[in-house]
């Protein structure tokens, strides 16, 4: 993989990262919460520019002890370009120690510091929403429509025919082609009957279809990987949400799968894995046109946003899901958990997630060699 390539992956990620942390400044400034400092990326400082009294002010490769002693700077907000293209953060006054400051974070009512604490994974979510509506708009959508089925396999036997929509299969609701592939992923065929409801003409018909045992495992005996169509405005907004929903859905239940140990640690990524999966995107698709390549980083992006979001509401320390956690306590309790023993609990945490996150871009590069 070229080098312009693994800068491509960096900066989308990037992007998917900071959009996270814009998520937490928007809210923070919203509540009158000072943010010492915005940055993208991580590392050194390359450039910094804030807004003084005295007007725009910046400088490059300033350091934080110089930035504090520059005078002006210590009551605004720094904005940074950092030299490592690896996201970015949001440094919020009184955000990890008691500060005795109207505007620092721990001085703010409950429901504010939890509003900017969700926010992150909100805009993460917002961000998948809007790149859904964009691949939707440009590529269109796959209903969930049969578009063959083999002669005597359950499917046929049942009555379904090449045109049905199927609308549910059991309690789990279908309205693209992507559902369909997600159900049979997660709830691989055993023997059990199926129950499927599916649309033909306009009528509602249910159809209870028992898979048969082959030399590929069980089966239904369909296909329905059918043409793309294309969106109108209301099905634009529509079909975006569900795309976005799809993927939140897909991260929940793999997570699911890795808590009852169905997933191997090869089918785990961390950010090393996501740069190689990023640039074989680039790669595959390149050869198909710009718009295509395009398209198909954009669906990564959605994929990648919205595992972002669902990631940080996990209830782990260090975590937004972790923070949150503590502050629910606080609504409950009536006042606030102590600080020093959360700041402890988060700080086990961090160590936890970074040797997690050492474990998995060891996997990563060994998976890529």
């Not at 000072?34 to 002010?57: H, L, W, Y």
């Not at 992006?301 to 209830?315: R, T, Y």
Request: glycine fraction near 10%.
């Amino acid at each position: 993989m070229g080098i312009g390539k693994i800068i491509a992956a960096l900066i989308i990620f990037s992007i998917i990262v900071v959009i996270h942390e814009l998520g937490h400044f928007l809210l923070a400034k919203k509540n009158g919460i000072f943010v010492t400092e915005f940055s993208v990326g991580m590392g050194p400082r390359i450039a910094t520019i804030c807004k003084t009294k005295d007007g725009i002010r910046g400088g490059f490769f300033v350091s934080t002890k110089s930035m504090n002693e520059r005078e002006g700077w210590q009551d605004v907000t720094k904005y940074s370009i950092k030299l490592l293209p690896l996201g970015g953060s949001c440094i919020m006054l009184g955000e990890d120690e008691i500060i005795e400051d109207e505007a620092a974070f721990n001085k703010k009512g409950v429901w504010a510091r939890i509003s900017v604490v969700f926010a992150g994974p909100f805009f993460n979510f917002i961000l998948a929403f809007v790149l859904a509506m964009i691949l939707v708009a440009y590529v269109g959508y796959q209903p969930s429509v049969i578009s063959d089925v083999e002669a005597g396999m359950p499917m046929e036997k049942a009555g379904l025919k090449a045109g049905d929509e199927i609308i549910q299969i059991n309690n789990s609701k279908i309205n693209m082609t992507e559902d369909i592939a997600a159900y049979m992923t997660f709830h691989p065929m055993d023997g059990s009957k199926v129950d499927i409801r599916y649309v033909r003409d306009g009528q509602k018909y249910d159809a209870s279809v028992t898979p048969v045992k082959t030399d590929m495992g069980y089966r239904l005996g369909f296909s329905y990987a059918g043409e793309y169509k294309k969106a109108t405005p209301v099905e634009v907004v529509k079909y975006g949400f569900l795309e976005c929903k799809y993927w939140v859905k897909v991260t929940v239940l793999s997570l699911k799968q890795m808590v009852l140990g169905k997933v191997s640690k090869d089918d785990i990524a961390g950010p090393v894995g996501i740069v190689n999966m990023v640039g074989d995107v680039i790669e595959e698709t390149e050869q198909y046109g710009f718009m295509t390549m395009v398209m198909s980083l954009i669906n990564m992006c959605i994929l990648l946003s919205a595992n972002l979001g669902v990631m940080n509401l996990l209830p782990i320390p260090a975590l937004d899901g972790g923070r949150l956690v503590f502050l629910f306590i606080e609504v409950i309790r009536g006042k606030p958990v102590d600080q020093d023993k959360e700041g402890m609990v988060h700080f086990i945490g961090l160590v936890a997630l970074m040797l997690l996150m050492v474990l998995v871009a060891y996997n990563d590069i060994m998976r890529i060699f």
